[in-house]
Structures are given as C-alpha cells and as structure tokens.
C-alpha cells in the first residue's frame, strides 16, 4: 500500500542524498537504478500526483516541481523517469478521459508497488508528434483484439516500466490516432538498447519494437480523428514542461552546490586565500546565483498558475526553454570558474554540465518553440494600414 509522504519535498531531499552517492556510478555504466524506484516507492512519493482516494497524496503542479528537483539533485536520470510517471498520472486523475477499466488496472498496481507508466510517441523517422507527421506505428483491427506493429524511440524509463501509453495510427477505413495501454511485458514487445548519449545515461531511453502485440479492443486510452492534430490540453501541456524544466533545475543546482564549496574551500599557493575572494569568481558565482533565482520563480510561478486553474497558454513551453538554457549557462560557468580541477570526472561538474545540455534534447526543441512563440505573436498583431 502507499505510504502518504507527510513532507513530500524533504522526504525527497533525503532520499537525493542517498541516490547522489551513486549517480556517478550509473552515469559511467549506464546501469539503471532500479533501487531508487524502490525507495520512492516506500517513501510513498510514486503516488505524489495521484488522488488521495486512489491511495496518493493528491499533490499538485508546484509540489510535484519541489520533489523532482529535489530528485535531481541527487540522480537525474531518476527524476526524468519520476517526471514522466508524474505526467502520466496527473493527466489520469485531472482529466478522467481514461476509460474506468484501464484508470482502476494503473492505480491499483501504483498502490501495491513501483509500477510506472510513461508515453511511447516518438519513431526514429518522424521523430516526435509534435512535428507534425503521422506515426508510422500501425494497430490493425484484428476480430476483438488490436494487433500493433511498429517502432518507438526515446522511452525513458523502459526497464522499470509496467506500461506505456502508446501513440499508434489505426488502419479502419477512416484512420485514427489512438493512444493504447500496453503492457511492456506483451509478446512481441522487445526492447532494443539505443540510448547512449552524453548525459542522463542511466534513463535507458531505448527504443522499443513491437511485432503484432495483440492489444485488447477496450484498452484504448484516448482517440481522435487522423485528420486533425494531436489534442493537446494547455495545463496538461504545461504540467508536462515544468516537470521536465524542474529535472535540469535541480542539475542545475548541484552544480552550483559544488562549485560553491570549491570557491570556498580552495586556496592557491599564489593567492593566499580562497579563490571566492576574487571578484572575478564572485561575479561568476552571483551570476549562478541570478539565473538560479529567476528558474526558480519561473518554474514556481506556473506551478502555482497551473494548479489555480489559471490560462497559461503556451508559457510551460516558454518556461522549459528559459530553465534548461539557464541549467546549461549555470553548469558551463560552474566548469569555468572551477579550471581544471573541474574537468575530473571524479569532480562530478562535467557530469552536471554533460547533463544539463542533454536536456536540448527534449521536442519540441528551441528553435521550434520560438517559432511557435513567433507565429503566436504574429497571428495577435495588427495590421498597420
């Protein structure tokens, strides 16, 4: 049964502490951290977002920010994975669209142990829906099952997942796009082992191929027209955003806890004193210090919006591309102003840095978020005469 955390925020804060002391260890292996979900689990933090009837602490936007930062802190492969499990779940209780049968399966094995859910959208070829294509991922009508065959890539989290929730084109005479609940444990689903980019090594976002998995004809999540594009509900858009913005915040963070003591604490026979006394390393250091601030108001502010039901628009976007470019600035500094002490691994501020610009990766990227910003701007302004 889940425990209800009575401190969400410092239960995660101590629990960061134990994960940090091997986060080094599965950046270098990649190995995932199936302990860590073990943990969350006990803490009662896997059911954070989930309704209080359905075993969960009912928390909102802000709170769930706080604990995955806090996460992140410690090990931020975990906390992307906490993220998506979050997203999962506060679409699930917010907007009731799932069907009762498919609700009741998830939360019930959310409260009987660490059973995590995260989407499966992306394909090596058109990369993520938010570019616009069609899947490629095709369930078939099959009597009174669906038969899905097709490619999925990026699926963080696929070791410790119990489902996703699955993004396919169906083939009826008038084709839909329907998300479905399918186990990861169903014949002719294999994981094929993808992942090895620079940071957040240990979120094993590996591919997975499905081959004729045989889905039940009631499992379907959600459906709409082929035709019209992918419905995106605004808060649940910007949930999903701050989540992913919160992970590289709370990276963003322990590298400045760590160049903080280094200034401290370091004293160069040449100088006498510790390097923090240079105005140079100060001005490095408040700068860190200032774009730490303005993630956090950001982040907080739309949490707060978010979960006062509040327009935001499409500022979780905006939010996102703020905080993981501020993670990136924070942790290249942080490796500056560190020198060469900074460059050893056993230092952890590359891993940081390495971290930080992964989370670039995530659609849509940048540039297309300010050409969607722009094309907003332009739609609102009035034509001079």
């Given amino acids: 049964m889940l425990q209800q955390p009575t401190d969400p925020v410092d239960k995660a804060r101590r629990l960061a502490a134990d994960f940090a002391e091997r986060a080094a260890h599965h950046d270098a292996t990649g190995e995932f951290p199936f302990e860590n979900f073990t943990r969350l689990f006990e803490a009662g933090l896997l059911g954070l977002v989930t309704a209080r009837e359905h075993g969960g602490h009912g928390g909102g936007l802000a709170e769930a920010q706080a604990v995955v930062s806090e996460i992140a802190r410690g090990e931020p492969s975990t906390a992307l994975v906490l993220a998506m499990h979050y997203n999962s779940h506060y679409s699930l209780r917010r907007y009731k669209k799932w069907p009762t049968h498919l609700a009741e399966r998830v939360l019930s094995a959310n ?10 959208q992306a394909e090596p070829r058109i990369g993520s829906p938010a570019h616009g294509a069609l899947p490629e991922t095709i369930a078939h009508l099959d009597g009174d099952t669906w038969r899905i065959t097709g490619r999925k890539s990026y699926v963080t989290g696929i ?3 119990k489902w996703v929730s699955l993004l396919a084109l169906t083939d009826e005479k008038e084709p839909r796009l ?19 980019a620079a940071g957040m090594h240990a979120t094993a976002s590996d591919d997975i191929i499905l081959d004729g998995v045989v889905v039940p004809l009631q499992d379907v999540i959600e459906a709409q027209p082929a035709s019209e594009p992918l419905r995106r509900e605004e808060h649940a858009t910007a949930f999903f955003f701050s989540l992913i913005g919160a992970v590289y915040h709370g990276v ?8 903080l003591a280094f200034a401290a604490h370091h004293r160069p026979a040449s100088l006498g004193s510790p390097i923090a006394t240079v105005p140079r390393i100060q001005d490095g250091l408040g700068e860190i210090e200032v774009r730490l601030a303005t993630n956090a108001r950001l982040l907080r502010s739309l949490g707060e919006d978010v979960d006062a039901g509040r327009p935001v628009g499409m500022e979780g976007m905006s939010v996102r591309h703020v905080v993981i470019d501020n993670a990136v600035a924070i942790t290249s500094l942080a490796l ?3 020198e060469n002490p900074g460059l050893n691994r056993d230092f952890q501020l590359e891993r940081h840095h390495r971290d930080a610009i992964t989370g670039r990766s995530h659609a849509p990227q940048n540039h297309m978020i300010r050409t969607i910003a ?8 009035t034509p001079q005469s």
């Fill in 336 to 338: 500056d102003l560190s």
């Fill in 159 to 161: 070791p410790v997942l």
């Fill in 178 to 196: 329907a998300s479905f609940l399918v186990p990861t444990d169903s014949p002719g689903l294999h994981i094929e082992k993808t992942w090895n």
């Fill in 252 to 259: 963003a963070v322990s590298a400045r806890d760590r160049v």
């Fill in 374 to 381: 722009a094309r907003n701007a332009l739609g609102r302004a």
């Fill in 111 to 120: 409260r009987l142990g660490p059973a995590l859910i995260n989407a499966a």
